[in-house]
């Protein structure tokens, strides 16, 4: 197959997805059935309150049912953020998959909303319509050619979930970059080899770009990225790029930041996922997390933009620690510590930690910029 055909179909995954998540945060009555917390094995450690919605199961089965269309040998190697089980008020366990028709997939999910058939056939709907998107010229004359076989996929159906929950007024930190709300909110799809774990293609979906306020709707944005060859496509943004500026979560090392903050503009903004977009984007230089509490489907997507666009993801302990035994090394030593995807960091892990990027992460466009940041820290 052609590359290039994955991710237009990856694109379309995740166009498709963007809406059911429009609809469904548009629609308050139904949102509201929607809400499940997570916990036990599922439960992120690093958060109070950690969510699972509808949504976020019904976007990444969608996804991995389009996808296993197109491609049918890609079945065994599809993985994703959530399990497709919901739990109703009844307690009763739902294992949700896409149905063969807009009705058996409204029946289904209609045990899910306890009887709700308006909401079902809402939500069915969307998952059943066909998306189009505008196939990129650059992406038409691709000869690359990838068996199949070698491919896996990571999803994460709707990253920054707690911002897509809570709907919080969105609060621009700076330009057009936002600390948080709805725009903090994106799909993240991408491709990797499975023999080397390398980033193939990605795609990142922000739902929630823009508001029209007369209609009181939000359209999304969608950028792209192939690694073989090079290529990458972001909307341009509003405003111009943001230099010497790092993103972090406000949980962030407090050491770190204050010594990042000599030299660069720490700002705090909600979800991996826009964190990266905001490097891709240029309203950051970079992105770090000294803790191990992303994961593959956070990351394999938007490396994929970045390495596009000559920068990349590393991990970050094993990079600060290989700088700081060698001082005489330069900016190429980032090379050797990129993410990779095709298997577990600790294989001796829990399952909810199994698939974490362990020693944290930088994500970067300029190699200068990442080494210099290490050096920083290292000092």
Request: glycine share 6%.
């Amino acid at each position: 197959m052609k590359l290039s055909d994955l991710l237009v179909t990856l694109m379309q995954a995740s166009e498709k997805g963007a809406n059911i998540a429009r609809t469904t945060r548009r629609e308050q009555s139904l949102f509201e059935l929607l809400v499940e917390e997570k916990t036990g094995k599922c439960k992120n450690e690093r958060f109070v309150q950690d969510f699972k919605t509808l949504a976020d199961v019904l976007v990444q089965e969608v996804a991995a049912h389009d996808i296993r269309a197109k491609f049918p040998s890609l079945v065994a190697n599809i993985r994703g953020e959530e399990s497709n089980t919901f739990t109703n008020t009844l307690g009763e366990s739902i294992t949700v998959q896409l149905q063969e028709d807009i009705e058996s997939t409204a029946q289904l999910l209609c045990k899910v909303l306890d009887g709700n058939q308006a909401a079902s056939k809402l939500l069915a709907q969307v998952a059943h319509d066909s998306v189009e998107i505008d196939v990129p010229a650059s992406l038409q004359n691709i000869p690359d050619e990838v068996d199949e076989n070698s491919i896996g996929i990571w999803i994460d159906p709707i990253d920054s979930t707690a911002q897509y929950i809570e709907g919080h007024k969105s609060v621009l930190a700076s330009g057009s970059l936002y600390a948080v709300g709805l725009e903090c909110v994106v799909v993240l799809i991408g491709a990797f080899d499975l023999s080397t774990g390398q980033p193939l293609a990605g795609v990142l979906n922000q739902p929630f770009s823009k508001h029209n306020a007369l209609n009181k709707r939000w359209s999304g944005r969608l950028c792209w990225g192939l690694t073989t060859p090079p290529l990458c496509m972001a909307p341009p943004l509003t405003s111009p790029p943001a230099p010497n500026t790092i993103v972090m979560s406000s949980s962030e090392d407090k050491f770190v930041q204050e010594k990042l903050s000599r030299d660069f503009t720490v700002q705090h903004v909600a979800g991996a996922g826009y964190k990266i977009l905001s490097v891709i984007d240029g309203q950051a230089e970079a992105y770090l997390l000294t803790r191990g509490s992303t994961f593959k489907w956070d990351t394999c997507g938007p490396q994929a933009l970045l390495m596009a666009l000559g920068g990349g993801i590393v991990d970050y302990r094993k990079a600060f620690d290989a700088i700081k035994k060698d001082r005489n090394c330069s900016e190429e030593i980032l090379k050797d510590f990129q993410l990779t995807y095709a298997t577990a960091d600790n294989v001796d892990a829990a399952e909810n930690v199994l698939w974490a990027n362990s020693g944290g992460l930088l994500a970067y466009r300029d190699a200068k910029v990442a080494f210099g940041i290490l050096r920083k820290l290292e000092e």
